[in-house]
T-cell receptor, first 116, second 110 residues
């Protein structure tokens, strides 16, 4: 079946540095990818919708200059957390869809970011 | 964006008990999806309900879509520790962003 892969699964970075998380659709073309953030014991919060070849659409309250999203191909979207701070530490999850009326969504395994 | 309310937010029960969790909205949906997420993993799709009044069963899990397609429920019979997780609902359909309810965090104690 369809698989969405995230990398890295865990990353630790120092405050002030930037870190990139990749989301790949392995056996299908993802016209749209979504990025979520999740704190412990809480639901997934949608950060942005990423469409291939166009600028991402950010949800209200999400800083687009801090969370840079690039969707340069139909199989890859990246989330870059710039100038990371400890409060950016979280679980980041991507999902991808083939689009269309069926709108099947496939989720990545998630990436744990710890900023120290 | 369609707002979904899930209840209860937290639920802790003993193995063997039955439970029901709810997903409610004032909006009408073409379909609703239920997911389960275990700690440190991505959500896994359990079911999509499409028709008003529809009931779908997945082993001990019974999903119902309200007649008006505004709400849904998930009933688990004889819960097991393996059912522990975060249960999320989200609207389906290609016209919706996949925004989840706050979820129900279920703990089934042995």
């Amino acid at each position: 079946g369809a698989v969405v892969s995230q990398h890295p699964s865990r990353v630790i970075c120092k405050s002030g540095t930037s870190v990139k998380i990749e989301c790949r659709s392995l056996d299908f073309q993802a016209t749209t990818m979504f990025w979520y953030r999740q704190f412990p014991k809480q639901s997934l919060m949608l950060m942005a919708t990423s469409n291939e070849g166009s600028k991402a659409t950010y949800e209200q309250g999400v800083e687009k200059d801090k969370f840079l999203i690039n969707h340069a191909s139909l199989t890859l979207s990246t989330l870059t957390v710039t100038s990371a701070h400890p409060e950016d530490s979280s679980f980041y999850i991507c999902s991808a869809t083939t689009g269309g009326s069926g709108n099947t969504i496939y989720f990545g395994e998630g990436s744990w970011l710890t900023v120290v | 964006t369609q707002l979904l309310e899930q209840s209860p937010q937290f639920l802790s029960i003993q193995e063997g008990e039955n439970l029901t969790v709810y997903c409610n909205s004032s909006s009408v949906f073409s379909s609703l999806q239920w997911y389960r997420q275990e700690p440190g993993e991505g959500p896994v799709l359990l079911v999509t309900v499409v028709t008003g009044g529809e009931v779908k069963k997945l082993k001990r899990l019974t999903f119902q879509f309200g007649d008006a397609r505004k709400d849904s429920s998930l009933h688990i019979t004889a819960a097991q520790p393996g059912d522990t997780g975060l249960y999320l609902c989200a609207p389906g359909g290609s016209n919706y962003k996949l925004t989840f309810g706050k979820g129900t965090l279920l703990t089934v104690n042995p």
